[in-house]
């Protein structure tokens, strides 16, 4: 009887990760068909999730932080996050795109114009001891950490870079498996959990 358990908590959590996919791209397919907001706009950040923006005149400060652990295609390397500052003294970070591993980060030149999409702000799940802090290499970002060392106004998520700059990869917005995989893979668990039961039961039948 235990032994179907497993199966029945792996279907849930696939099930839950179906959900949460479904609800990311039903907000994909809904902003995809909303005008261009620019992020200097007051309503831009009542915009919904993966709505599209401008940015106009974003001065990149710093260097590129670099998100390891990011795998493209079964290839190691790193996501580039930009720390920009916009016209009224606002900041934002943008993601500028993937970097296989072992090249050499290029150097950030902003256009006069940037369009992206609007991506709300999410944790990474990482394990004990990995790297979290605001700058260089990183498993994990400090936003706390990121705030305090450049105090002011900033906005509440991230803009992915579209198309990405010269030299970078676009990181996808969704992953790889879709919501109907992920239903897929949840209905494959339960229905062997069932057959697990099913043996148990004919197993205890058999007993005296």
Not at 86 to 98: F, Q
Not at 129 to 140: E, Y
Request: with cysteine; aromatic share 8%.
């Amino acid at each position: 009887m235990l032994c179907a358990l497993l199966p029945f908590v792996l279907a849930l959590w696939q099930w839950q990760r179906g959900v949460g996919k479904q609800d990311m791209e039903a907000a994909l397919s809904r902003a995809s068909g909303l005008p261009v907001q620019s992020l200097l706009s007051r309503s831009v950040e009542q915009a919904p999730d993966y709505a599209q923006v401008s940015i106009p005149m974003a001065q990149a400060v710093g260097l590129p932080l670099r998100l390891d652990n990011s795998l493209l295609d079964e290839q190691a390397g790193v996501r580039l996050l930009q720390l920009a500052r916009l016209p009224g003294g606002r900041w934002i970070l943008l993601d500028l795109g993937w970097l296989a591993a072992g090249r050499t980060v290029p150097p950030v030149v902003l256009p006069t114009m940037l369009h992206g999409q609007w991506l709300p702000w999410h944790a990474r799940f990482v394990l004990p001891g990995a790297r979290r802090g605001s700058a260089g290499l990183l498993d994990d970002l400090d936003r706390m950490a990121l705030l305090q060392r450049y105090p002011g106004a900033w906005y509440a998520g991230v803009v992915q870079l579209q198309p990405c700059l010269p030299g970078l990869r676009p990181w996808p917005l969704l992953p790889e498996v879709s919501s109907r995989r992920h239903f897929a893979y949840a209905l494959q668990w339960s229905l062997l959990a069932c057959c697990l039961l099913w043996l148990a039961w004919r197993a205890g039948r058999r007993l005296p």
